[in-house]
């Protein structure tokens, strides 16, 4: 039995955003009306560690977290690219050529309109358009799609985040930014607040903003619990030089509350505000009185 008919979105991906999902909701479109399976190729690593070794792009999801998007937005398989040396010395004009190679059942490709790709990024839509046509492959170009006037584009969500500008990179993505992770033990500072905290150990390669948030805990059970967090180094309690942590307080926890050692996902809804140094434990304790209240007028709690 032949496979199905393949139509196949390309590009790095990284954060699945609007534009992102528009390349692959022409591959769905194409599938739809043609019959076929809707596929991804992506790139692993990115491109820049290999082109920029010394200055690379900080991605904003891990590859788990991407793959997830992927399927939500509609791949039915997605193909992981190793970008090494071989793969980007290709001529450009030999591009078409590997995709057939690689997917024979390939009958048409989705880019946006800023892709690139071959040696030196020579080639583009129109080069690809050219020379996919000759092995009788269709080339679909898909316009970027714009968000406050301007292009939708992984480097302005990346700016949004690192800025703390979370409401115009959530609009951006479309589903709310994530941590997913195993909670670590706590030194239980926020206990002795009176707000504990389940602790999260997070290393990203893109950091967004320091400071407090509105944020949803989605629990081993399934549960989305909503909470605050505070995201950060934690001035007025620490000293000395220490990693940044993502500390969460359940608003009103319904379900099983997580404890180290469990795997959360916590979704980053509102920016309330920088995290800071307060001159004593009491100032601070009475600033996160305020963000519990901020978060509990956010999420319909008060």
């Not at 992927?70 to 992981?80: C, D, V």
């Not at 901020?294 to 008060?302: D, E, P, V, W």
């Amino acid at each position: 039995m032949n496979k199905p008919f393949l139509h196949l979105a390309i590009g790095v991906f990284d954060g699945v955003h609007l534009g992102h999902r528009a390349v692959i909701h022409s591959a769905r479109e194409a599938a739809r009306r043609l019959g076929g399976q809707v596929g991804v190729l992506t790139f692993d690593p990115h491109p820049s560690r290999l082109l920029r070794p010394d200055s690379p792009t900080p991605l904003i999801f891990n590859r788990q977290q991407k793959d997830e998007r992927l399927i939500e937005a509609g791949a039915q398989f997605i193909h992981h690219q190793n970008f090494d040396l071989s793969h980007a010395s290709m001529p450009a004009e030999d591009f078409p050529r590997w995709l057939k190679n690689q997917f024979p059942s390939l009958l048409s490709i989705h880019i946006g309109k800023n892709f690139h790709y071959g040696r030196g990024r020579s080639g583009q839509s129109q080069t690809l358009i050219r020379d996919a046509q000759e092995l009788g492959l269709s080339v679909h170009v898909v316009d970027a799609v714009d968000y406050e006037n301007a292009p939708i584009s992984s480097s302005r969500i990346r700016q949004a985040l690192s800025e703390g500008n979370l409401t115009l990179a959530n609009q951006m993505l479309l589903r709310p930014y994530e941590t997913e992770g195993t909670l670590s033990p706590g030194r239980q500072l926020g206990r002795t607040l009176g707000y504990p905290t389940i602790n999260l150990s997070w290393n990203p390669e893109l950091i967004p903003a320091y400071g407090v948030y509105a944020v949803e805990c989605v629990t081993p059970e399934g549960t989305a619990e909503a909470g605050v967090a505070n995201w950060g180094l934690r001035p007025t309690v620490e000293n000395h030089n220490v990693k940044p942590l993502l500390e969460t307080h359940l608003l009103q926890p319904v379900g099983k509350i997580p404890v180290a050692g469990d795997r959360v996902r916590v979704r980053w809804l509102k920016r309330l505000r920088d995290e800071i140094k307060f001159p004593h434990t009491e100032a601070l304790k009475s600033q996160i009185a305020v963000d519990e209240s901020l978060a509990k007028k956010f999420h319909g709690l008060l």
